[in-house]
């Protein structure tokens, strides 16, 4: 209870200015992307850092902060998977090479190469299909795109929500106690269940309104498990790397939440997912 003041003044912030640059579009939500992948990039640098592993973290920043800039310019997956794809190669090949010259035999080079692609995909790449998420629909109606991506940030946030509140309250048996001691099996299951009444809501109330790629409750609340699951493994998948690093939270960046890295670490699953789930509805007969 000692940081509710500090994560609700955070929210309070951070929330209604997101959603207008999501509702903005364009460049506005390419930077907030860019930015958040750019932050995010950093303190997972960071976190192999504290493991020993010296990544070309400059370079990776870089390149996990154009790749969202690249999607604002590139809007429909093809164009942007093309150019991603020689991205990474690009920095895969410059990074090997620089480890031949900076880091040799002995500087763990492997690591150091590994770390700074990884970094790049597993943030920059995926907070780009925000973009491609927000351009799907008819581009004159903003709303349209605006609930496309706020979709997986809803459910996600009810899911994170649902497993804090019955977790702590009536959880008992751990899921994952080496990974994060303060999940519980009860807490994740109630978590999974918020997340599918939360996407069938946004179904039935927001998303069966747009053209083409809209999804009644029934379509929506099946997403909302699979949103749900993948949101949950993208969470301790970081808590598995602040363990490995041996820290709390990626960084002191947001009062009372921890780093850029902790409060994405399910989007950074869920956003890429949605666009393919929604994708694929809209191609059912």
């Given at each position: 209870?000692?940081?509710?003041?500090?994560?609700l003044t955070v929210a309070a912030i951070g929330i209604p200015l997101?959603?207008?640059?999501?509702?903005?579009?364009?460049?506005?939500?390419?930077?907030?992307?860019?930015?958040?992948?750019?932050?995010?990039?950093?303190?997972?640098?960071?976190?192999?850092?504290?493991?020993?592993?010296?990544?070309?973290?400059?370079?990776?920043?870089?390149?996990?902060?154009?790749?969202?800039?690249?999607?604002?310019?590139?809007?429909?997956?093809?164009?942007?998977?093309?150019?991603?794809?020689?991205?990474?190669?690009?920095?895969?090949?410059?990074?090997?090479?620089?480890?031949?010259?900076?880091?040799?035999?002995?500087?763990?080079?492997?690591?150091?190469?590994?770390?700074?692609?990884?970094?790049?995909?597993?943030?920059?790449?995926?907070?780009?299909?925000?973009?491609?998420?927000?351009?799907?629909?008819?581009?004159?109606?903003?709303?349209?795109?605006?609930?496309?991506?706020?979709?997986?940030?809803?459910?996600?946030?009810?899911?994170?929500?649902?497993?804090?509140?019955?977790?702590?309250?009536?959880?008992?048996?751990?899921?994952?106690?080496?990974?994060?001691?303060?999940?519980?099996?009860?807490?994740?299951?109630?978590?999974?269940?918020?997340?599918?009444?939360?996407?069938?809501?946004?179904?039935?109330?927001?998303?069966?309104?747009?053209?083409?790629?809209?999804?009644?409750?029934?379509?929506?609340?099946?997403?909302?498990?699979?949103?749900?699951?993948?949101?949950?493994?993208?969470?301790?998948?970081?808590?598995?790397?602040?363990?490995?690093?041996?820290?709390?939270?990626?960084?002191?960046?947001?009062?009372?939440?921890?780093?850029?890295?902790?409060?994405?670490?399910?989007?950074?699953?869920?956003?890429?997912?949605?666009?393919?789930?929604?994708?694929?509805?809209?191609?059912?007969?």
């Amino acid at each position: 209870m000692a940081g509710l003041g500090p994560r609700l003044t955070v929210a309070a912030i951070g929330i209604p200015l997101a959603a207008a640059l999501i509702y903005l579009g364009g460049w506005y939500l390419g930077v907030l992307m860019a930015a958040a992948s750019g932050l995010s990039a950093m303190e997972y640098y960071g976190l192999a850092r504290a493991r020993g592993i010296e990544a070309f973290s400059g370079l990776g920043i870089a390149f996990a902060v154009a790749i969202p800039l690249a999607a604002t310019l590139h809007d429909n997956y093809h164009d942007l998977a093309l150019l991603a794809f020689g991205a990474v190669l690009f920095l895969f090949l410059i990074t090997a090479g620089m480890a031949v010259f900076t880091r040799g035999a002995e500087g763990r080079p492997l690591e150091a190469v590994s770390v700074t692609v990884t970094g790049v995909v597993y943030t920059g790449f995926t907070l780009a299909f925000a973009s491609l998420l927000r351009s799907l629909p008819d581009a004159a109606i903003a709303w349209h795109g605006t609930a496309l991506v706020i979709f997986p940030l809803w459910v996600t946030w009810w899911g994170d929500t649902g497993a804090f509140f019955f977790g702590s309250r009536w959880g008992k048996t751990k899921l994952q106690e080496a990974v994060s001691p303060g999940k519980t099996r009860f807490g994740a299951v109630a978590g999974l269940a918020c997340s599918v009444v939360a996407a069938g809501l946004a179904g039935g109330f927001v998303l069966q309104f747009i053209p083409e790629y809209g999804v009644g409750w029934g379509m929506a609340a099946a997403m909302g498990v699979i949103i749900g699951v993948v949101g949950q493994i993208g969470d301790l998948a970081e808590s598995a790397l602040k363990r490995g690093a041996g820290v709390k939270d990626s960084s002191t960046l947001l009062p009372g939440h921890g780093g850029a890295l902790d409060r994405l670490d399910a989007v950074f699953f869920t956003v890429p997912l949605t666009y393919v789930l929604i994708i694929l509805a809209a191609a059912l007969p």
